[in-house]
């Protein structure tokens, strides 16, 4: 269960009670006149008869002189708690500290026209039935960056532009272990946007950020947030293996937000919004930029693991022994090993199979299956077209079905 500290209300600190703040200063009794009481003569001690005796003028003296020394010192202390003190490090020039103002109005502006929503599945009218996620617009020529999580196992991909239009999309090439695909708009018939883009490298801890996306998909218009970097070079566990080159914000990051952008100041894109830190205080997290572009080139040059011609069986899987006791209860799973199937997209060959979510796949054509990645391991050395003997467990009961790997563009 997460721990949850009541949002009470705080007394505000005053001036004295900052910490490292000076205490004020309150004067003392006026030295020209006047006494600690004020100026009220009946507040005034009477004359004593005996004033004029020597003793008494001796004991004044003293008396008087332990008391300028006390006012001395007083004045003395107050003005070295008010004295400037002398700096012990290095200030740097005002101009060195200053850092570029966020104009969130202006920015998005500049931004909004490059950033896309990025549908996956098949669209009947108006109505999109499947996924939906963000990307950013690389070329005028309509290729649009975004993670590979977002169009992995897309039976379709279409893109709605900041314009309005909305234009199918192919799948060019992606790194599922980096978490970047890229993708390529059909059909335009003008030119789009591109985004620009910043450097990762130029970040420090504290710079403002914004992130920007379909969050939840909610709408046309994209969602935005603003934060600051929280950390820089983080790696957490992804889809595919260990997630590294990572910026760390605290902008809020949301489902629907993958594969959009996180801008700086200036609006130049220096990160891919790829996941947010389940209960927790906004703690998200985007690909560095600078990490993305060489595999980015790569896509465009034809070497990236996955195109549009690899093999594509149609099941998102995980590992057995890895699933809670509520999913086994649910589905029947008694098993240790295999992979347990989480998904089937529409009309994959899985699907055309009878393969159901729930299922566990414990061998393909011969090769026992213990574990989610052996899954992909025998689909990599299939060709589309190629027919698949997949052994399975459903509720206890072993199973087997035929089929047939397709494609990945479609």
């Given at each position: ?287 560095e930029i600078d990490s993305v572009m060489p595999f980015v080139a790569d896509i465009e040059a034809g070497e990236s693991p996955i195109t549009a011609d690899s093999p594509f069986l149609g099941v998102r899987t995980q590992d057995v022994d890895g ?88």
């Amino acid at each position: 269960m997460p721990h949850f500290i009541p949002a009470g209300p705080v007394p505000r600190l005053g001036e004295a009670e900052r910490p490292g703040a000076v205490p004020p200063v309150f004067e003392g009794p006026p030295l020209g006149g006047g006494t600690a009481f004020g100026n009220d003569p009946a507040a005034v001690p009477a004359p004593d008869s005996k004033a004029h005796r020597p003793e008494r003028v001796w004991r004044t003296a003293v008396m008087g002189g332990v008391v300028g020394a006390l006012v001395a010192a007083l004045i003395f202390g107050a003005v070295f708690l008010l004295a400037p003190r002398r700096q012990v490090t290095e200030v740097r020039p005002a101009d060195e500290l200053k850092r570029e103002a966020l104009d969130l109005h202006s920015l998005i502006e500049v931004v909004r026209p490059s950033v896309v929503t990025v549908n996956t599945g098949e669209r009947s009218g108006q109505e999109m039935f499947g996924g939906t996620g963000s990307g950013v617009v690389l070329s005028a020529k309509g290729l649009v960056l975004t993670n590979a999580h977002v169009v992995s196992g897309a039976p379709a991909i279409s893109v709605d532009l900041a314009d309005g239009r909305t234009r199918d999309a192919t799948l060019v090439g992606s790194f599922p272990d980096r978490d970047v695909a890229v993708i390529q708009m059909q059909n335009l018939d003008a030119p789009v946007v591109p985004a620009k883009l910043g450097s990762s490298s130029d970040l420090q801890v504290g710079d403002d950020v914004v992130a920007i996306g379909n969050a939840l998909g909610l709408g046309e218009d994209p969602s935005v947030t603003t934060g600051i970097v929280s950390a820089k070079g983080r790696s957490i566990p992804g889809p595919q293996g260990q997630l590294v080159d990572l910026i760390q914000t605290d902008a809020a990051i949301n489902h629907g937000n993958s594969g959009g952008p996180l801008v700086d100041v200036q609006g130049r894109v220096v990160g891919i919004n790829t996941a947010f830190a389940a209960n927790s205080q906004n703690v998200s997290f985007a690909l560095e930029i600078d990490s993305v572009m060489p595999f980015v080139a790569d896509i465009e040059a034809g070497e990236s693991p996955i195109t549009a011609d690899s093999p594509f069986l149609g099941v998102r899987t995980q590992d057995v022994d890895g699933l809670s006791s509520d999913i086994r209860t649910n589905f029947d799973v008694e098993t240790d090993s295999g992979a347990f199937v989480a998904g089937v997209v529409p009309d994959s060959g899985a699907a055309e199979a009878g393969l159901m979510k729930g299922d566990v796949i414990v061998e393909i054509d011969g090769s026992l299956v213990a574990k989610s990645v052996e899954v992909g391991r025998v689909l990599a050395d299939a060709k589309p077209g190629a027919k698949l003997k997949v052994t399975y467990l459903r509720s206890g009961e072993r199973r087997q079905a035929e089929a047939t790997v397709g494609r990945v563009g479609g």
